[in-house]
């Protein structure tokens, strides 16, 4: 199979869906003619010109704004929000706008849309352009999110957010943009709210999302050569919809539940899904459920601080095998 | 009823400017005492206990809301704020449906899902109230580009208070549009405070829209909210604007709420005798005259009156009769599937 990068995956999957269906248009600021500022659109505005791949002013709001009103009349909108940080300052569409107008106005309104944004720490950019914020919009009735650890599932869970009815925030994770992995020629159309069990095992689960994906999966080797422990490695993929069946399977099997989070410590969404498996499968646990976080602090800029503060291969070995140790 | 051999003498002979035409004037005085009627009656249920929540109030304003909707067509889009009730209104919605809504009926708009701020009926063109200052500006203009987009030639017009000229996703908006040449028409009610500050105290400029049209490239455009004829004529030609390509229209119309800003806000803030002023201003003290002048008869005016007054006595007495939403519906709606579902 063709290894393509996740960068080229985001390229990929919104010319698929933008060849498909001509009611899908994009915008953002920097995306059309410069190609993005993480060269995720290069080449998407020569391919459907101006008129469906727009540069917009340094105005979030207009974005997001502009997005909705043109989801709720007929378009199919992907509007980009450079980096997830940003969120902040429109953080009203978000919170407010998208997620309620269909509720409020008794199932009148419609809000097909997809936000994209790169999300998430490893560039050294700094407390401000680092974070991960898929929690900002996991507590938000009406709103679904998801955010793919590799190129295949970009494409896929893409094209299924584009596709889906609701308001979806896409999380393209910054650090992953170079990493490459197979995808298959031909439409890709995953689906949401399916998380996938990338490693087998039996004697732990580990959750991850995003770049916690590959450190999860790299742990997962290291736990079984250096310490003979079967870890099963699930990627969460799509935090609303919840996979809590596939979730609580695989709790089921190994008894034993890790989350690797690369959000800082509260209401992280590793915390959300400890407490349903705390209600609902408490007896299949051999052992308290344990979270691998950021510590709760903004993230700092150095090299060396920013790496210890991000759950790593190393701590998620360490942690997994003290715990089932003791 | 009095019909127009009755009246003497023929407006052109007066040399009255006739452009707008009795039917047109007839449906603006309507429209007018229609939203007058049912604000009123707004605010005796709300002192009845019987619209419960919030509810904010149009009184004094409705010239701009007849206005700008007897100029619209159909298929053109409304976006209202939180102070939507007359918009809805005057874009056809029966009283029923927006007094329903108020008391938290079943026959509601929305079954008492929406309440008073968020009144929208999409087969009517009204696209929403939003009750977030400012947020409905950009998404007026992401309807306005699907219509650019498609080719479609609708209207997307937004209404809002002059404070809102002081939030962000105000000059977001207006820049956005401005550079988009955006078929959107931005209409800024300026009655002269947010909820309890004048707007003077907290601005830079005397006219809070009108004097930022020119950072936007845009005409300055002030005029009287109170003349429904003047805001008629405004928004045609700024319709007609939108319609040719020629871009987006920033609008401030000067007006006067005679209700406080919401609730049972009796308006303590407002200097003794400005209200008085303004109710010699009434639009529909105004408009009356001006109907006159155009050889409509007192009976003509009050067969209209009379017309509304039982439209709105009729739904009145609906509403109190209907019963409250089902509590099944509490979970529906939340996604498109018709569900609330968050997980498997
Ligand atoms: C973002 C935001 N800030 C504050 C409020 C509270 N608020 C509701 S109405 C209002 C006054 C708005 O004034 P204006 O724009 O002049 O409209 P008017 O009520 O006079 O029609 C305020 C401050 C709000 N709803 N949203
Ligand atoms: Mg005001």
């Known amino acids: 199979m063709p290894e393509i990068t996740y960068r080229d995956a985001v390229i990929r999957g919104i010319a698929q869906e933008m060849a498909r269906d001509p009611d899908v248009v994009f915008l ?47 378009l199919k909108p992907i509007a980009e929000i450079m980096f997830s940080d940003f969120i902040a300052v429109c953080f009203d569409y978000i919170a407010n706008e998208f997620p309620k107008s269909r509720y409020m106005s008794n199932g009148q309104t419609k809000c097909p849309l997809v936000v994209r944004t790169g999300n998430g720490a490893g560039s050294r950019f700094g407390a401000q352009h680092s974070q991960s914020v898929e929690n900002w919009c996991m507590m938000i009735p009406g709103l679904k999110v998801v955010a793919p650890s590799s190129p295949r599932d970009v494409i896929g869970l893409l094209a299924a957010a584009v596709r889906d009815p609701d308001p979806v925030i896409f999380f393209e994770h910054k650090s992953l943009y170079a990493t490459k992995g197979e995808v298959p020629d031909g439409e890709i159309v995953d689906t949401l709210g399916t998380a996938k069990v990338l490693r087998p095992g039996k004697d732990a689960t580990i959750l991850a999302l995003a770049l916690m994906v590959p450190r999860a999966l790299e742990a997962a080797e290291r736990l079984k050569a250096e310490h003979g422990i079967d870890a099963e490695v699930v990627d969460v993929r799509s935090l609303v919809p919840l996979d809590m069946q596939t979730i609580l399977g695989s709790v089921a099997k190994t008894h034993r539940l890790f989350t690797v989070e690369e959000n800082p410590r509260l209401c992280g969404w590793g915390a959300e899904i400890v407490s349903i498996v705390a209600d609902e499968a408490f007896y299949e646990l051999d052992g308290p459920p344990v979270r691998i976080t950021t510590p709760h602090i903004p993230l700092p800029a150095a090299d060396n601080l920013e790496d210890i503060v991000l759950p790593t291969p190393d701590r998620i070995v360490e942690t997994v095998r003290r715990s089932l140790e003791s | 009823m009095a019909t127009a051999k009755d009246r003497a003498p023929a407006p052109a002979a007066l040399g009255l400017n006739d452009d707008i035409g009795e039917e047109k004037r007839l449906a603006l005085y309507r429209s007018q005492i229609r939203l007058r009627e ?14 419960k929540g919030t509810s ?182 700024a319709f007609a604007k939108a319609r040719a390509g020629e871009g987006p229209s920033l609008i401030e119309c000067i007006t006067y709420r005679h209700s406080g800003h919401s609730r049972a806000d009796p308006g303590k803030y407002r200097p003794e005798g400005e209200l008085e002023k303004w109710k010699e201003r009434d639009p529909i003290k105004i408009y009356r005259e001006r109907l006159k002048q155009f050889g409509i008869s007192e009976d003509q005016m009050s067969d209209i009156d009379t017309e509304v007054r039982k439209e709105v006595d009729d739904a009145t007495e609906a509403c109190k009769a209907a019963p409250i939403p089902p509590v099944d519906i509490l979970t529906t709606d939340v996604y498109a599937d018709g569900g609330w579902a968050w997980r498997n």
């Open chain 1, 28 to 74: 953002g600021e920097d995306v059309a003619k410069a190609g993005g500022v993480f060269k995720a659109t290069v080449g998407l505005y020569e391919q459907f010109g101006p008129l469906r791949v727009r540069d917009t002013p340094i105005s979030e709001q207009a974005i997001l704004g502009a997005a909705m009103g043109a989801a709720m009349t007929g």
């Open chain 2, 38 to 51: 049912a604000e009123q009656r707004a605010y005796d249920l709300f002192l009845q206990n019987l619209v």
């Open chain 2, 56 to 237: 904010h109030l149009s009184l004094g304003q409705e010239a701009i809301a007849a206005g700008f909707a007897e100029a619209m067509q159909k298929g053109d889009l409304s976006f209202c704020t939180y102070r939507g009730h007359a918009h809805t209104l005057a874009r056809g919605v029966p009283v029923e449906k927006v007094l329903g809504e108020l008391m938290q009926r079943d026959n509601g708009l929305m079954r008492g899902k929406g309440g008073s701020m968020h009144l929208t009926s999409e087969e009517h063109g009204v696209m929403g109230s939003y009750a977030i200052i400012g947020a409905h500006l950009p998404i007026a203009c992401g309807a306005a580009w699907r219509a650019q987009y498609k080719g479609h030639k609708d209207v997307s017009v937004c209404f809002f208070g002059d404070g809102t000229t002081n939030i962000g996703a105000f000059h977001e908006a207006l820049n956005f549009a401005a550079v988009w040449k955006l078929p959107v028409v931005f209409v800024c009610e300026n009655n002269l405070y947010m909820e309890y500050t004048p707007i003077a105290d907290v601005t830079a400029v005397p006219q809070p829209a009108a004097d930022r049209a020119s950072a936007y490239g845009l005409e300055r455009i002030l005029i009287d909210g109170n003349d429904a004829d003047v805001v008629y004529r405004t928004a045609q030609k």
